[in-house]
């Protein structure tokens, strides 16, 4: 398992960093490498280190959005797409043993890693959730709030998967959404390439589903990305 998810991390890495002329050559070679080569004897955290780099901004900008985000002791909150866990052991943190947060995704790799993560922070306020594609499986009526950072995008089945998380939000509860933004006419650099619209669209396809839009505050530090914030109403 552990050989499995360090290759998956090295890919990933691959993709994020090599970017510009030859990018692309340059990824396929560093995937292929890590696929000949034994790495079982790395430590958990190096990989850690080399995927959450201060080149990516909701790395670099992570205490600001954790601020923005403004949870409480005793919150429950969701953070799906939660990858390598970064956000998941901030809010840990945030909540405290009153709080918990579900750490959220559709690859179990990453929650083998949140699972290891947590146990090494002892965060024994975080639970891992296996997802669908169309489905949070979280219960209903059960989180404070949610957040969703570069993965809102990726969502294959948006409206399914969006009512799901209205459903476990608790009323009155809040989505936070961090996205790439996309200008209208712009011409789309490569690593933005995956983004299918800006942020006037994820607002509307949000409003949609039932959720207002409280605020978009500016954020220090995102400069690509937007934060937006919304509420499911407190009555029907």
Same mark, same amino acid.
């Given at each position: 398992?552990?050989?499995?998810?360090?290759i998956?991390?090295?890919? $990933?890495?691959?993709?994020?960093?090599?970017?510009g002329?030859?990018?692309?050559?340059?990824?396929?070679e +560093?995937?292929?490498?890590?696929?000949?080569?034994? +790495?079982?004897?790395?430590?958990l955290?190096?990989?850690?280190?080399? $995927?959450?780099?201060?080149?990516?901004?909701?790395?670099?900008?992570?205490?600001?959005? %954790?601020?923005?985000?403004? $949870?409480?002791?005793?919150?429950?909150?969701?953070?799906i797409?939660?990858?390598?866990?970064?956000? +998941?052991v901030?809010?840990?943190?945030?909540?405290?043993?009153?709080?918990?947060?579900?750490?959220?995704?559709?690859? =179990?790799?990453? $929650?083998d890693?949140? &699972?290891?993560?947590?146990?090494?922070?002892?965060?024994?306020?975080?639970?891992?959730?296996?997802?669908?594609?169309?489905? %949070?499986?979280?219960?209903?009526?059960?989180?404070d709030? %949610?957040?969703?950072?570069?993965?809102? *995008?990726?969502?294959?089945?948006?409206?399914?998967? !969006?009512?799901?998380?209205?459903?476990?939000?608790?009323?009155?509860?809040?989505?936070?959404?961090?996205?790439?933004?996309? !200008?209208?006419?712009?011409?789309?650099?490569?690593?933005?390439? *995956?983004?299918?619209?800006?942020?006037?669209?994820v607002?509307?396809?949000?409003?949609?589903?039932?959720f &207002?839009?409280?605020?978009? =505050?500016?954020?220090?530090?995102?400069?690509e990305?937007?934060? %937006?914030?919304?509420?499911?109403?407190? +009555? =029907?």
């Amino acid at each position: 398992m552990i050989r499995r998810a360090q290759i998956l991390l090295v890919i $990933l890495i691959a993709v994020a960093s090599c970017s510009g002329p030859g990018g692309d050559e340059r990824a396929s070679e +560093t995937v292929d490498a890590a696929l000949a080569t034994d +790495t079982a004897e790395e430590n958990l955290d190096l990989w850690l280190e080399r $995927l959450e780099v201060g080149s990516r901004e909701l790395y670099s900008a992570r205490d600001a959005v %954790v601020d923005a985000v403004g $949870l409480k002791e005793g919150d429950w909150v969701a953070d799906i797409g939660a990858g390598t866990g970064l956000y +998941t052991v901030l809010f840990a943190e945030e909540v405290g043993s009153g709080g918990r947060v579900f750490a959220e995704d559709i690859e =179990p790799l990453f $929650l083998d890693l949140i &699972n290891q993560r947590a146990a090494d922070l002892s965060a024994d306020n975080v639970t891992a959730v296996l997802g669908r594609e169309d489905d %949070v499986t979280l219960p209903k009526n059960s989180v404070d709030v %949610v957040f969703i950072a570069d993965t809102y *995008h990726y969502f294959e089945h948006r409206e399914a998967i !969006m009512r799901t998380i209205y459903e476990a939000l608790k009323p009155g509860g809040s989505l936070i959404l961090v996205e790439f933004d996309i !200008m209208p006419g712009e011409q789309r650099p490569d690593h933005k390439s *995956h983004v299918r619209f800006g942020k006037a669209g994820v607002i509307s396809e949000v409003e949609f589903i039932g959720f &207002n839009l409280t605020d978009a =505050p500016v954020v220090e530090g995102l400069d690509e990305n937007y934060f %937006v914030r919304f509420t499911k109403p407190a +009555t =029907p």
